[in-house]
């Protein structure tokens, strides 16, 4: 098992910055890939960010120049640091954690970005 506890998220104006952090702890292996999903209201989760163990990213397009997702490995921790925020980056923003065919996620943490 594996758990995974974010934090950072609230609200901001738009334009404004936000960086969201992730904890990991129980049986994590290597390799493994880290990321972060969003679910705004009525809309299906979809991939934001993600990060493999050698630090190979992948973006969506409507955050590309404006999130950088990285992690640091000794402290299990995933990072998204969220630039030029837009109100339709409003979502709740859950972390991921998958290896050896397993998938976990966290509770998320919700931003909110005010026009």
């Known amino acids: 098992q594996v758990q995974l506890v974010e934090s950072g998220g609230g609200l901001v104006q738009a334009g404004g910055s936000l960086r969201l952090s992730c904890v990991a702890s129980g049986s994590i292996v290597v390799p493994n890939a880290m990321g972060w999903y969003r679910q705004a209201p009525g809309k299906l989760r979809e991939l934001v960010a993600t990060i493999t163990s050698y630090s190979s990213t992948n973006y969506a397009d409507s955050v590309k120049g404006r999130f950088t997702i990285s992690r640091d490995n000794a402290k299990k921790m995933v990072y998204l640091q969220m630039n030029s925020l837009k109100p339709e980056d409003t979502a709740k923003y859950y972390c991921?954690?998958?290896?050896?065919?397993?998938?976990?996620w966290g509770q998320g943490t919700q931003v909110t970005v005010s026009s």
């Open positions: 991921n954690y998958g290896a050896v065919g397993r998938s976990y």
